[in-house]
């Protein structure tokens, strides 16, 4: 597509549910990155995938974070058993490449998520 | 997490004023960004600074690499109804594995027509 789609735009679990949030890269892009925005807040780092490689994860706030980019493209952020502070817009975006274009990040508009 | 200081948290502006906006972190970057965010839409990309010193414009805005490479800031000039909205700077630093992207506290501007 022509930019980064996000699925779904809102989605609302109640506490103990685990849920998984969709993030389809534009095509061709090597980086991908997904980021947690708390209400009024700058986008915080979560994880850093290169092509299917995930090189960083130290942002995920917890073990009931996980995410894969299995073939490269299309990349998936569960949560397990969701609580409330979890509840924030989970942003993906991807670059065309590392170095130094990496920083020219083209985001999606967001997830948000509501945990009840 | 980590995150840039960016100043003045929120500022409300005449339509046609010029506007300034700054961000300062505790680490040296090699590459500045400045990004615009909109309700309920991601970020979008305004400007990038890759030089120590540069002074780059897009338009009516124009932002600047700190000679330190520790801050930056972005200048809006006769600001229109449509600038509304939050402003983060983004830093990259220098090269390693990789090069995590900061995202800055925001600047939440408002423009009074």
């Known amino acids: 597509g022509a930019g980064v789609s996000q699925s779904p735009r809102y989605k609302v679990a109640k506490r103990g549910q685990d849920v998984a949030l969709r993030c389809d890269p534009i095509?061709?892009?090597?980086?991908l990155f997904w980021y947690q925005q708390a209400l009024g807040q700058g986008p915080e780092f979560l994880t850093y995938f290169q092509n299917e490689a995930q090189l960083d994860k130290s942002g995920l706030p917890s073990d009931r974070f996980f995410a894969e980019r299995p073939e490269g493209s299309v990349s998936t952020l569960k949560i397990q058993r969701t609580q409330q502070e979890d509840s924030a817009v989970y942003l993906c975006a991807s670059s065309l490449e590392g170095g130094r274009g990496t920083g020219e990040l083209f985001f999606g508009e967001g997830s948000r998520l509501t945990v009840l | 997490g980590q995150q840039l200081n960016q100043s003045p948290q929120s500022m409300f502006i005449q339509e046609g004023e010029d506007v300034s906006m700054n961000c300062t972190s505790s680490?040296?970057?090699?590459?500045w960004l400045w990004y615009k965010q909109d309700p309920g839409e991601g970020p979008v990309l305004l400007i990038a600074l890759y030089k120590a010193g540069e002074l780059t414009s897009n338009g009516r805005l124009t932002a600047q690499f700190g000679i330190t490479r520790k801050d930056s800031f972005l200048n809006i000039s006769a600001s229109i109804p449509s600038d509304v909205g939050i402003y983060f700077c983004a830093g990259q630093p220098p090269p390693g594995s990789y090069q995590k992207v900061t995202f800055g506290t925001g600047t939440k501007l408002q423009v009074i027509p």
């Open positions: 680490s040296i970057f090699n590459t």
């Open positions: 095509s061709g892009h090597v980086s």
